[in-house]
């Protein structure tokens, strides 16, 4: 489902963008005399460790960095056939070792991750009530993480081959048929270890080699009424996976209702389920006896139009999870108040179960000129309860409070404002641990510490200068511009076993990074 736009038909243009934090190059343009098709290719590489590197002395940072190419052609054999060929090369590495010395013994020094996805896709229309797509795919990762010790943290390969297809039938006025099939040949191969206080002491978190075959189809049938003013829709998905036991159907439902022009409401409800990872139900501490995990979701939104450029919309979500992948006999911790010595080979079972609850409010205004942007507000409360251990806990990734704001501003036709604010309450430090001063010891709850909240304040100007074949555009910016100490649990580096003080490594996000660039479009 990895989709690029089309180049363009209608005439060759070339884009270059050229700044302190990355630099990058996108040419397209008609394909033959016909113009029945088009090109398009692409390349970029971010500068943003080497900025990094000169901003951030003291504390170690997130200095990674990336180069990307893409290509795109498309092409139609007469008004029923559409063929396109994309293809996407990344690779992206991190380099830590200028703070090696203030690095944990099993925190990521160096990492190095390479991807490769080919796109064959095939868009048939024999007539104007029947549209079909077919797509084969092929994707490649290689990724590597060493500590600071240069030694082996992670490490593997995961490929996949795709083929896709989706066809909507409009049997009858409003009541379009969707249905659909996939077939997905998989294959990991990998491990995972860490390193208790000594390079010579691993513990083998996992390790994995296999394939499988997954195959899924699904059937929607959508129907609206009162001239479009109700929208229902209900479906079936069948999925199978060859690894995993069983197979699972799952159905969904929704209601979308207009009861007046400027105001809309939505309901919706669904069981969903997912295979776990191929790594997982073919590594040590797994196997193939692992189950699907489940959950049932239900949504309630309405949304009311506030002008012609503004809307208003609230939306509530229920999510309830079960059969849910976890380890829970891995991690130390205070059993009675006393140290609980995991083993490194403790099984990955579906033995968790939760849930998730929270609301959404957002305030939007779209706008060519003068003032354009949105504030949005998000409150989340998540609870799961692992059935071997008996513990509850908030969910790795709980962020009770979220508050995004963004504003744009045309202070002239071709000079720009924007700014950008970031809040959020902080995630749990996961594991069983609490912090006393400025050390870490083994707790009896789990998720019971967490990270400050995150803080982050973006601002940006743009120039532009028009000519009559060309576009020149000046811009500068500042990522992070209060410089805002934001940290993220890295990693858990071993503990005491006599005293129960733990070592953990908390990464420092972005430092303040300016940064002023151009585009060349022409």
């Known amino acids: 489902e990895v989709r690029t736009r089309e180049g363009s038909r209608s005439a060759r243009s070339v ?18 005399g016909s113009r ?14 080497y900025i990094i590197r000169r901003t951030a002395t003291t504390e170690p940072t997130l200095a990674f960095g990336f180069t990307d190419l893409q290509g795109k052609l498309t092409y139609e054999l007469g008004t029923a056939h559409h063929l396109s060929l994309s293809v996407i090369e990344g690779r992206s590495d991190l380099d830590r ?14 990492a190095d991750n390479h991807v490769t996805l080919a796109n064959l896709g095939w868009r048939f229309t024999p007539q104007a009530r029947l549209l079909a797509s077919s797509r084969v795919a092929w994707m490649r990762e290689r990724f590597e993480n060493l500590s600071r010790d240069e030694l082996a943290l992670a490490g593997g390969y995961y490929g996949e081959w795709v083929w896709n297809t989706n066809a909507t039938w409009l049997w009858r006025d409003s009541a379009p048929l969707d249905f659909g099939w996939s077939l997905r040949r998989l294959r990991a191969d990998g491990f995972i270890y860490r390193y208790q206080f000594n390079p010579f002491v691993i513990r083998r978190l996992d390790e994995y080699r ?45 209601l979308a209702w207009l009861p007046h022009p400027t105001t809309r409401i939505h309901l919706g409800w669904g ?11 073919t590594s040590f501490i797994g196997g193939p ?8 979701h239900y949504v309630a939104a309405i949304e009311q139009r506030l002008g012609e450029r503004s809307r208003l919309r609230l939306e509530f979500y229920n999510r309830q999870d079960r059969d849910l992948l976890f380890r829970p006999l891995y991690e130390p911790r205070l059993i ?36 354009t942007g949105w504030v949005s507000y ?8 692992d059935g071997v251990a008996g513990v509850s806990f908030p969910a790795d990734f709980d962020q009770r409070h979220s508050v995004n704001i963004y504003l744009g501003y045309r202070v002239r036709p071709t000079v720009n404002l924007s700014t950008r604010w970031i809040y959020g309450s902080g995630f749990p430090i996961p594991g069983f641990l609490r912090r006393q001063g400025d050390r870490y010891f083994l707790d009896a709850q789990r998720n019971a510490l967490r990270l400050d909240p995150y803080h982050r304040a973006d601002f940006r100007i743009n120039k532009a200068f028009v000519f009559q074949r060309w576009k020149l555009t000046l811009y500068g910016e500042v990522i992070n511009l209060l410089n805002h100490a934001n940290y993220r649990f890295d990693s858990f580096n071993g503990y005491n076993s006599r005293t129960g003080q733990a070592f953990i490594t908390l990464d420092k996000m972005f430092p303040v990074i300016p940064s002023a660039g151009l585009v060349l479009e022409f």
């Open 210 to 254: 296999g394939h499988g075959l997954r195959n899924g189809g699904y059937l929607q049938q959508s129907v609206q009424a009162f001239a479009g003013r109700l929208h229902l829709a209900a479906g079936l998905r069948w999925d199978r996976h060859s690894v995993s036991p069983g197979e699972t159907l799952t159905p969904t439902a929704s």
């Open 289 to 296: 006896g692992l189950l699907p995990e489940r959950a049932t």
């Open 15 to 32: 884009r270059v963008t050229a700044s302190a934090s990355n630099a990058g190059l996108m040419a397209e343009g008609p394909l033959g």
């Open 336 to 371: 009675a108040g006393r140290i609980f010595h995991p083993s490194a080979d403790a099984p990955v079972t579906n033995s968790m179960r939760g849930w998730a609850r929270g609301f959404e409010i957002l305030l939007q205004q779209r706008t060519a000129n003068r003032l």
């Open 36 to 49: 029945r098709g088009a090109w398009m290719a692409g390349v970029r590489k971010s500068y943003f460790q």
């Open 378 to 385: 998000a409150y989340t409360r998540t609870r799961m309860r």
């Open 97 to 110: 070792t200028r703070w090696r010395s203030r690095l944990g013994t099993n925190a990521v020094m160096l």
């Open 271 to 281: 069981q969903y389920t997912q295979f776990p990872d191929l790594h997982w139900l």
